[in-house]
């Protein structure tokens, strides 16, 4: 609860902000709502359909609560049912549903009209790996389709793997925001590791590098690894040369981009939560 | 490994999730009286999934009026058969009064699921979605009266009223539950569980039916809680329903009960939807 759901909420036109004000697709949301609800959709956090209905029921349901005819309204909800995958699941009450069934059942349910605007609230929260992947498919194709879908989530990766834009929200508040490249970047070049041949070339190697690069470095249980947070990459080229220049054997080294993870804790300095845009 | 078929079937599923994604034209948003019927049709397909619910509309009835009718048919009126006569129409508006609460219940329970946040979310006239569960319950009314007084008839209830006193009976019984209900919907989205919902229908509805002229004539009570009795509006309605039964309704009757339904739907019907628009 450090903001997410309640921003989601509140973009969603389901709560009502303290104050300041928001615009979607140019209306207003404190007075222009039903204009707004008719060119966006919700998956919340949590099954947001009729459990004792069968997924075919649901999905006739939302339909007509579309505008469909009866119909009409059976022959989409078929449709989206064999699109996602569940055709074999129709008759079936949704409360017998799996983990991932619900989910896509649940974000079908929103896309009975394709919105122009989709809020998933931590889609794939508690599910198996396949079942996440068919999320992420299913997210790419709406986004390759023309929906914008804005979605949150605890995991970084999924961050980096869907979205365009992140915002990281640290309680309640967004502490950055950008593509996945310009935040890596805003925290440095990445971590440089370098893994010694000698043990006791250690202390040497700390001062050459802390001279050359300027930073922290970090010694972890392993005597022989070193490892510094970097902004510059053409310092890791000169230290890299001084190194070999005192006849300091190294075995290995790497430099590496950091993981969103990593940006995150620095932002924060502590394990917290993301919403990715 | 994914074998062939297994891959083959994956890249089915995509094509038409693309297309079933990209092939929708928005259709006009649905009238009122359209929405109603898709909340209305959501209701009877919950009664088919979960038919244990319509245990309150079949079971109570049979027990109430057996338990009733034979506890304090001979204290109170001598014999069960004059006490019938004059018992069932107030316990069939006990019963139905009951009932009633069930209907908060039920939203209670949207609210802690998800769904109620996306019904929410849809462009439609948003009371269709109260209104639609109503007039389902408004069915299920009529089955509990329809069975109670099928057993009543059984057990030697005549009503001098005849055939078309009953149905008026009922019409009115259908028209008050209608309108308390309401009550329970606004209950039901300030209350945060079942539980206490519960408690507090049952703080309300236990006083209201038993003190009321339901049980006893209102003649035999202290003259204070007779006061109580006589504006209490489960009096008002059991008044008229013996009234129709019994082929004595009064004009004057008739129009307290309608009165204070109106009452009931002007006060709790739009506070109901404002508490359902801004709930948090």
Redesign the interface.
Known sequence: MAGKTTTI?ML?????PDAGTARIFGYDLATEG?RI??R???T???????????GL?NLV??A?????GRK?AKT?AK??L????LEDAAKR?VKNYSGGMRRRIDIA??????PDLLFLDEPTAGLDPRSRNQVW??VR??V????TVLLTTQYLEEADQLADRIAVINQGKIIAEGTSSELKASVGTGTLTVQLVNAEDRDRTIELLKQKLSVGIHTGTDPTTLTAQVSDPSLVAEALGALTQERIAISDFSLGRPSLDEVFLTLTGQAAETENV | MIDSTELRKQIT??E???????S?S?????SAV??T??FA??AL??IR??PEQMFDVTLFPIIFLLMFTYLFGGAIAGSTADYLQFLLPGILVMTVAQITMYTGIDLNNDIR???F????????WLPSALIGALLVDVIRYSMASFIMIGLGLALGFRPEGGLSGVLMAIGMILIFSFSLSWIWTTLGLIVRSEKSLMMLSFLVMMPLTFVSNVFVDPSTLPSWLQGFVEINPISILATAVRGFMHGTATFEQVMWVLIVSLLFVAIFAPLTMYLYR?K?
Do not use: C, W
């Open positions: 909420r969603a036109t389901l709560s009502k039903d609800r008719s966006i959709s919700l919340g956090q949590y099954a947001s359909l009729d459990e004792d209905l069968t029921e349901m939302m007509g609560l579309m505008g469909y009409e989409r449709e989206l064999t699109a996602f995958g009450q349910a929103s896309l009975v009209v394709t498919d299913i194709t709406l390759s389709t023309g929906t | 599923v995509d038409r999730l693309q297309d079933a994604i990209s929708t928005r259709p006009k948003r649905p359209s929405s019927m898709v049709t959501r397909l919950r999934h979960v699921k998800g769904i946040d996306r019904f929410r979310t849809l462009p439609i801004n948090k």
